[in-house]
């Protein structure tokens, strides 16, 4: 495969996005935790990231690897509460380098929170979050949890990784 997905996930809904998408492209998949290949040895790549408290999880990673990354098409999706728009778009480039933001192409996709599954610090954090939200459904989803997760959120981004496929040589 000239190919590859690499994420960062926290509670499971990266990782799920990750291997559905695999599934569907027959690309391998690498949990960024553990050791696997340096992504400048793929034709192109896709980033998964779960963003926490308006964070990238997948990072510290992408900055130690910028200079491959940099150097091959780069397709990333976050995995959070938000609905894709301007929110979580902001929060892509409040924390990647500018230089990779214009290099890559964001797909957005909704995620899921269990609060049984979070720290008793990310609980506080959310929960002092939802009393200053202004937006009564993510105040609400703040407190209580979701679950958005969708498979057929994937589409657009498959589509792309076939697109890329026939158009590199090499890439299938």
Known sequence: MKGAIFYSGQYGSTAQYANWISEATGLPVFDIRHSGPDPSEFDFVVLGSSVIIYKLTIRKWAEKHLSGLLNRPVLLHTVSGAPPGPKVDGWVRGCLPESLVAHMEHFAFRGRLDLKTVGWFTRMVLKVGAMANKDPEASNDEFNGFD??????????????????????GAA
């Open 148 to 169: 958005y997760m969708d498979k057929s959120a994937i589409d657009p981004l498959v589509a792309r990784i076939e697109r890329l496929k026939e158009l590199l040589p």
